[in-house]
Each structure stands twice: as C-alpha cells, then as structure tokens.
C-alpha cells in the first residue's frame, strides 16, 4: 500500500513539538512492514537539506488576486521513506514555524493551503498514494479540496484520507473572507462544514470531510467527544463517531534510548542503572546547581510553556513544594506568561528551581537520563511523549490522569511492587502536591524505587503495535472508498 503522509513538521527536518516526532517514526515503522511511504512537508528556513534536488518545478496555485508558483524538492529517500518539501519561500523562509512571540503569522491559511494543494497537486506527478494521512489543522485542508475542488479529479478517484488530531486545542481559526481568497467554494459556509461561530475552521472541516479519524490515545479519543476536552467540536466527533478511535503513539528507540543515546555522558539499563548517577550530576552541573545533595531527588521538566501544560498548578503550591526535600529543573519555551512565571519562581526559590528559558534538543535528552521524577500535570494531554520517554529511562512520571497521561502511566503500588508512576485526576494545585509528596516519600525507599523504575523501563512502547492498528484503518478505508467510488 501506499500511504502519503502530509505534516507540517517532522524529525529531524522541523519540529515544535511531539507531532514532529510522529511524523518523523510512524513512516520508518511503515516502511518496515513493507509499505510504500511518502512524506509531504514545508521546507522551512531551518529545514536543512543535504540532498536537496527539484523534482516539481513549478505547480501554480491560484489565489483569488493572483496565482503563486511552489516547487517541490525532494530530501531523498531516508529508510525507504520518500522525503517531498514543497518550496514557497515567501511563506516558509521565515524566523519559526508558525508564528513568533508578537502572535501566530497573520497568513497561516495561505501558507497552509497552499500547502495543502501543492502537494495534492505534486502527488499527480510524484505518485497518487492509496491513502493520504493528514495531521492536524495544517493539513486539514486536504480531505476538504480532495472532496470538494477536486472530487472529479479521476486521478484521485479512490483516494482515501484519514486524519490524526494530535491536539483538539489548535483548530486554524480565520474569517470567512479566506474561502474566497483561497478560492474555496462558499458552499463549504455552513454549519455542517467548516462554519464554527461566524468563522472558517480548517480542522472542522477535516473531521468532516475525511474518511476516517484518528486521535492519539484511547483516552483522548473519548475525552474530545465531551465538551470540556472537545473545543466546541465535540457534536461533530460524536456525529462521527463509528469512525473515530484512538491509537497510542510510540516512540522512536533509535532517539530515545539510555542505552544509545548520544546526547547524556554515562548509558545505562534496566539491568545496570549506575550510570544514571552521572546522568544526574551532568544534568545539574548543566543548570549550574553546584550545591544540591546527591541524595535530594531532581524531578525534570521539558514542555513547551502553554495553557495546556497545566504549569499555573506548580505556581499555586510552589511556596509549599519548597520545603521539600528535592530540585526541579526545567526547560521549555512558549507563551511569555508562563516564561515569566517560572523565572518568578527561580527567582523567588534560587535553590530549589532552576529554568532554562530554551529550545535544545540536547538538555531534554539529559534531563529524561539526569531526572528522578518527570512532572507532567497537564490539564489536557492527547498522548504526551516525554512521560512515555521518560519511563524508558527510569524518570519515574508524575502526571495528571488525562488523555495518554493516563493510558501510559500506572500507579505504583508498593505493596504489590506494580506500577509505573504516580497521578492525580483533580485539576488543583492541592492534589498535585499530595501526589509529588507521594512520589517523593516513596523515592526515600530506594530499594522498592528501583523496581518501579525498571517496571517503567521494561514497558514496551515501540511503534510496531501501533503501526499495524494504522495499517487496519488503512485498509478498512481504502476498500469502503473502492465500494464507493465503483
Ligand atoms: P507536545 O507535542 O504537546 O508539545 P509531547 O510530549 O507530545 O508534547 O512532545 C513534546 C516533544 O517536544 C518532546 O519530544 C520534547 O522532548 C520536545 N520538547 C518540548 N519542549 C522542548 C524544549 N524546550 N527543548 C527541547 N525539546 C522540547
Ligand atoms: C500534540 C499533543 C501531545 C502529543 C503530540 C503527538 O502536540 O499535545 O500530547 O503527544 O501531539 O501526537
């Protein structure tokens, strides 16, 4: 089978976030189990290409005031994965991804909707895949213009579309005045498309028009049926849903591994975790902690800094957390009102937090090695990838049981020696610190610590589970689209 993938990031080309990681190992376990894989992306200013050669010169996309012409270069074939960028660089050559601390880039719809369909375009000459595997709000337009522009196109007669929502949170929000710019049918202005509130939502119009829908955790796919997970399109999930269901995301073990990782000073496993005290002494001497007890336990965090990511919980207890026994490190960037509540708390608690302000993919490898405990109380969490990580080296999670936090992550038990973390269901500053006080009391036994680190580091989270859960969907898709285009 041929499955084209269409992201807007991917490991190692471009990446904010988990969908990068995603996209970067879900092709590689496909193409492992013998499948045909292309992968569509932006070529962005900081995607770096070696190989890079031209193979569509010149597609024409039409704009209500003008037609803008992309090309397509390829990045070569990497584990036998087909690597297109669609190259426009007065949309991508720019400082990020999306936007930059001032807000969102103002022309988002135009920059991905011409990616959208330039690859829809570049797919007549690259090769028309069976099924085309959209991710979030970036590639949503893609079902859309395959059913609706091109639903005449006999070039993609049969082709199916599945979409992954990797966060219900970013949906493409823009005013109704982008159909017509985009030259997108006014039709597709109602409610039962991609009307929401008077505005145009891309990713409305994905849950609407694909054939089926994927979201990454068994929870998640629940949680987003209901209002207070769903962002105002739970009615449309639920219309939907006989096609909706949640797939766990894997994790890559070439990048994240104790045993193989390049990035920390001392490898370990679950059968010799001495290396791990290095890990921990490098991870400090990183944030410049000088002064700490060996003994003191370090819980890490690596997140990008957003509402989501429930951090104002930390805010509401820090003065409590403080005279624990323990040190947090944390790295992460984002909005400037997070930022600045953690470099409040540095400041206010000089010995007991230490903040990088940072995006560095190095410092998140050591704290996964250096940590004792990994601290993710989210308020929502489609699947989260850096507690799962963080079991495989022996970071033992701290999570709030929510979306993947709570399919990934079970709670120890010393009496039965079962377990792999400790969480918390109430969103509140209060239980988050019961359950880090749990987690820290428990770290003073270190003999049955060492079992619920290996209990962690023993779980399989590889990929081939769930790429072959993707690979049903596939195939479900691809025959009900045959019966239907017959
Ligand atoms: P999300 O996609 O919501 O940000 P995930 O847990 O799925 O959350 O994935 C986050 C990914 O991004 C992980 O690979 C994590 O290591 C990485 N990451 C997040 N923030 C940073 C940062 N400041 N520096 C380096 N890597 C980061
Ligand atoms: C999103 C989610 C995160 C998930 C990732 C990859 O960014 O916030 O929970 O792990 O996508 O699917």
Redesign the pocket.
Known sequence: MHIAFAASECVPFS????????VGALPRALAAAGHQVSVYLPRYRQTKLTDAQIVVRSITVPFDDRYRFCSVVTGGNRSGIKFYFVDYPPFFDRDALYGTSAGDYPDNAERFALFSRALLEASKILGVPDVFHCHDWQSALVPVMLRTLYSEDPAFRDVATVFTI??MGYQGLFPPDILPLLMLPWDLFTISKLEFFGNVNFLKGALVFSDFITT?SRKYSQEIQTTEYGFGLEGVLRDRASTVTGIL?GVDNDE?SPQTDKFIVAKYSPEDLSGKAKCKQDLLATFGVTNADSKSPVIGI???F?A??GFDLIAQIMDRLAREDMIIVA????DKEYEEMFLRMQKQFPQKIAV?I????A???KI?AGADMFL?PSKY???????I?SLKYGTVPIVRATG?LDDTIEPWDARSGKGTGFKFTEYSGESLLLTIKQALQAYRDQGSWQVLMRNGMNKDFSWNFSAKEYVRIYERVRQSRAVSAA
């Open positions: 990446k904010t976030g988990g969908l990068a990681d995603v990797h966060n990454v995301n994240w690596v997140s990008r957003a989501q990511k790295l992460g960037t984002g990088k940072a995006y560095d993919n410092i998140a490898h996964e993710m969490e489609p699947c989260g990838l850096n507690q990580y993947g």
